[in-house]
């Protein structure tokens, strides 16, 4: 293969994220039957069964015990991690995996192609071979800010799989609220997981909700990112344990936001629903407060089975920049003797003391300001590598268009889906090479997000363009590497989309297809 090349207009688009190495085959390709022959794992073909099942209608059944042609699962214990090939002909379908991963990437793939035809269902006749381009790809929820019940986080692992990304950040404590479970403290969950912005009801995660979410991610290759956000965000930490936090910092900044958005400012020892930012902060240098972050980094880490742990680090507006310097520092090496790798938001890559190897996040533009750039790079400097989170290209919380009633325009304004997608991960950084980038990751902060309904609406299509800069070679690697090719792939997705119940808006900028719109 010479990589990704055009098909002819009676097949169907290449799928999102768009393939390392694909071309279209000879003849026809493969006819679904109404019970369609499937060997392999059963753990993967039983969730291929439900796929194929909702994409189809319900028309076409997989089924292990059936004859004749079909498709095979296997993997091949190939050296590229995460890899596949995919070769459907009129004879039947294999797909192939380097390792588990890779294999169930590849049936998201399969069930992307899948196409009515006059004569049914079908799969066109194709070869690829597909690798991503990056290790880590991400989607983050906040659910702080708002607080959502373990099904619709279920939801979004199934969503985000289903485009080939394999992390799931959750941003479990904010001003707002705490919730986690943490079983040395359960102050934090009695006192401060009640409320959320605007007066909404609150909750939790028990240990057990959290062990679920987990085991189900996990089943579908993706790994769980706890965050607890330190040293600011911690208004809600306050509400336990009063003598570990600082009086809030009434700065004009959090005046005039109050003031823009209706809200009230925040009281110490009262709940906090507005969506101000910067106010709070840890008490630094008290042994309580060093005692409290090593009982819940401890406590979190023991639940969490992935290598991350991520504390923070943004927006610590009221913090002493000395203090914020010395407590980013203890909290890496807090996390690091727990046995994870440290995760913080870019700021903290101003310390000088951040334990070696902790990763950064990287939230600034893809034209970086105000020492944004230099911020992150301290980082690399120091033996750790980057996700790129850049705001004006992959928040999803930010509005898609001018007239939406979701989401926020503080990053540069409103984020269309092709500002999504016009943006090269390489290009972001100066000073910092490919190596040094971890991957990519898309969050989801919930400050006007208060249903599952809003998510998706607010997800898709946006999240595929970040799958696409996560997985897809650089831009200008590949033809189709484009927006042009992207809208209409997309677009392809309709029906997909419309069968898995995902509520996404149907964006102007793309050209839907039609076969999912009610």
Known sequence: MTGTQPRDAATSAWPVPLPRDAVAGEGPGFILRARTAVTGDQTVVGILMNLVSARTDGEISLDSTAAGPGIS?????????????????????????????????????????????????????????????FAYRGVMLDVARHFFPVEVVLGIIDRAAQLKLNHLHLHLTDDQGWRIEIPSRPELTRFASGTAIG????????????????????????TVVPEIDLPGHTHAVGLAYPDIVEPPVLSEHIR?????????????GEPYEGIAVGFSSLRIGDPATEAFVTDV?????????GPYL???????????????????????????????????W????????????????????????????????????????????PADAVYLDMKDSADSELGLTWANGVTSVERAYAWEPGAVLDG???????????????????????????????????????????TGEHPLRSWKSFRERVGGLDGLWSALGIRFRRSPEIPWSGEGAS
């Not at 090939?85 to 992307?112: K, N």
């Not at 007066?199 to 290759?221: K, L, M, Q």
């Not at 980094?297 to 089975?305: K, R, S």
């Open 310 to 344: 991520h504390v923070g680090g943004d927006e610590a507006l009221g913090t002493d920049p000395a203090d914020y310097a010395a407590f980013v520092s203890l909290a890496s090496r807090i996390v690091a003797d727990a046995g994870k790798v440290p995760v913080m």
């Open 297 to 305: 980094v401890a406590d979190l880490a023991a639940m969490t089975a």
């Open 346 to 389: 870019h700021e903290a890559g101003a310390a000088s003391d951040l334990h070696p190897g902790t990763v950064g996040q990287y939230w600034g533009f893809v034209s970086p300001t105000d020492g944004m750039d230099e911020k992150a790079r301290g980082f690399v400097t120091r033996g750790g590598r980057l996700i790129l989170s």
């Open 256 to 268: 005039e936001v109050v003031e823009a958005y209706g809200s009230t400012l925040p009281v110490a």
């Open 73 to 133: 699962l296997a993997v091949t214990d190939a050296d590229t991690p995460e890899s596949y090939r995919l070769i459907a002909s009129a004879e039947g379908v294999e797909v192939t995996g380097s390792d588990a991963a890779g294999l169930f990437y590849g049936f998201q793939t399969l069930v992307q192609l899948i196409e009515r035809t006059d004569d049914g269902w079908r799969i066109p006749a194709v070869q690829i071979a597909d690798a991503p381009r």
């Open 199 to 222: 007066g909404d009801s609150g909750g939790f995660y028990t240990a057990e909700d959290y062990a679920r979410i987990v085991a189900y991610a996990a089943a579908r290759h993706m």
């Open 432 to 474: 910092v090479a490919e190596s040094d980038v971890l991957g990519i990751e898309a969050p989801l902060w919930t400050e006007t997000v208060r249903t599952a309904a809003d998510i998706d609406a607010l997800m898709f299509p946006r999240i595929a363009a970040a799958a696409e800069a996560a997985w897809s070679p650089a």
